[in-house]
């Protein structure tokens, strides 16, 4: 079944770097774009950016342009997101997310999610 686990969240300061990983199973990656959203507390998820399943086009979020990059490794399965320059407004949980079309209808898929804390 499809599966998305996603790592590499954790306590970083202001100014600091993550690389979440989200590794996907399943299904064939190489045909899926794949997302990254995210929720903080007391508020809705949002979306914070994609990739094409070839990987030659990505989209963020204007908050995170320039700050974040999206890319994927089709041989390994995985989908990464590169955080520069966090900020405390940062602070979420981190989810992977792909939809796959099966027939009429699209499935959302979601990882567990992966925990962002910025803080000094």
């Known amino acids: 079944q499809v599966q998305l686990v996603e790592s590499g969240g954790g306590l970083v300061h202001p100014g600091g770097s993550l690389r979440l990983s989200c590794a996907a199973s399943?299904?064939?990656?190489?045909?899926?774009?794949m997302y990254w959203y995210r929720q903080a507390p007391g508020k809705e998820r949002e979306l914070v950016a994609g990739?094409?399943?070839?990987?030659?086009?990505?989209k963020y979020a204007d908050s995170m342009k320039g700050r974040f990059t999206i890319s994927r490794d089709n041989d390994k399965n995985t989908v990464y997101l590169q955080m520069n320059n966090l900020k405390p407004e940062d602070t979420a949980v981190y989810y992977c997310?792909?939809?796959?079309?099966?027939?009429?209808?699209?499935?959302?898929?979601w990882g567990q999610g992966t925990q962002v804390t910025v803080s000094s």
């Open positions: 399943g299904f064939t990656f190489s045909n899926q774009a």
């Open positions: 990739i094409t399943g070839d990987g030659g086009s990505t």
């Open positions: 997310n792909t939809g796959i079309v099966t027939g009429p209808r699209v499935d959302d898929y």
